[in-house]
């Protein structure tokens, strides 16, 4: 619960706790805590993930408080972290921003005078 897990994600290390990193049962980080104890190996409270690290302080604070924090975010920008959550296996997360990229845009429109 209050043991602290270092993340070195492109360089930049995080910390947090085994409780936060463990909180969505569907991600890569508790699938592998899992599998790890299943077969009788220890726990790593270390990890290292060679890639940027732009939003995974939203990963985190995802897990941390199951909200999703993306409000005034480019669209670019929700798309990498939308990338993150996918590559992190946080799916729940990934459908949100996901199902939120899909959604129709009108950027412009002309009408007929006739039917204006």
């Known amino acids: 619960g209050k043991d602290y897990v ?56 995802y897990l941390r408080t199951g909200i999703l924090h993306f409000d005034g975010m480019r669209e670019v920008h929700i798309k990498s972290f939308s990338d993150d959550l996918k590559y992190y296996g946080i799916w729940q997360a990934y459908a949100v921003l996901e199902k939120f990229l899909s959604k129709a845009v009108i950027i412009g429109f002309t009408g007929s005078p006739k039917y204006s």
């Not at 947090?16 to 077969?39: G, W």
């Open 6 to 61: 270092t993340i070195d994600v492109g360089g930049k290390q995080f910390k947090t706790t085994f409780k936060t990193l463990l909180s969505k049962k569907d991600s890569f980080f508790y699938i592998n805590t899992y599998e790890s104890l299943k077969l009788g190996k220890s726990v790593t409270n270390t990890y290292f993930f060679d890639r940027k690290n732009d939003f995974f302080s939203l990963v985190l604070d």
